[in-house]
């Protein structure tokens, strides 16, 4: 079973620049989770997908970031404009909706660089 | 809300040996999950260990185990004959109704 994919591993940018996340969870994983990891702290969640309605984006600066699951399937993180403060680690997780426990599996991540 | 405590940024242990890794929550919830995961500097979380909050006996997985203490609400996470494979940072998480919430981390080192 493949597990979660994410592009890009790496991504360096201005401050003020946009950039985009992917992200493509085990299939037939209905739930998809963004989270965002600084350096030195534990991942927070910043959105969380059922099929391709939103659960959960009260933690998601919603001025600078958006997400998008349009067929329940792949989700697209954005930042525009990007600050200083979002270099993170910035991770896909998806889940069984049957799970009790809502055991999420995560992808790679990918590393963003504000400079 | 959910909130998850590790009070040790970092721990070593000498290879062999044996180390536990401390962990306190906080939630409001009667039915929930706790995890450990583990994140080497691939950065790929993988799950270590979890424990269902009903269930008394406590978890364990190989060399992994955890001492769950529901009244205290702590859970840690004891790692035997320690491995140069298992340096990494770890993370305690509770997953309640919705939210999964990890804790800060806790680096752990392995001596040869």
Known sequence: ?115 | AQTVTQSQPEMSVQEAETVTLSCTYDTSESDYYLFWYKQPPSRQMILVIRQEAYKQQNATENRFSVNFQKAAKSFSLKISDSQLGDAAMYFCACQGAQKLVFGQGTRLTINP
């Open chain 1, 1 to 115: 079973e493949a597990g979660v994919a994410q592009s890009p591993r790496y991504k360096i940018i201005e401050k003020r620049q946009s950039v985009a996340f992917w992200c493509n969870p085990i299939s037939g994983h209905a739930t998809l989770y963004w989270y965002q990891q600084i350096l030195g702290q534990g991942p927070k969640l910043l959105i969380q997908f059922q099929n391709n309605g939103v659960v959960d984006d009260s933690q998601l600066p919603k001025d600078r970031f958006s997400a998008e699951r349009l067929k329940g399937v792949d989700s697209t993180l954005k930042i525009q404009p990007a600050k200083l403060e979002d270099s993170a680690v910035y991770l896909c997780a998806s889940s069984h909706v049957d799970r009790p426990d809502n055991e999420q599996f995560f992808g790679p991540g990918t590393r963003l660089t504000v400079l």
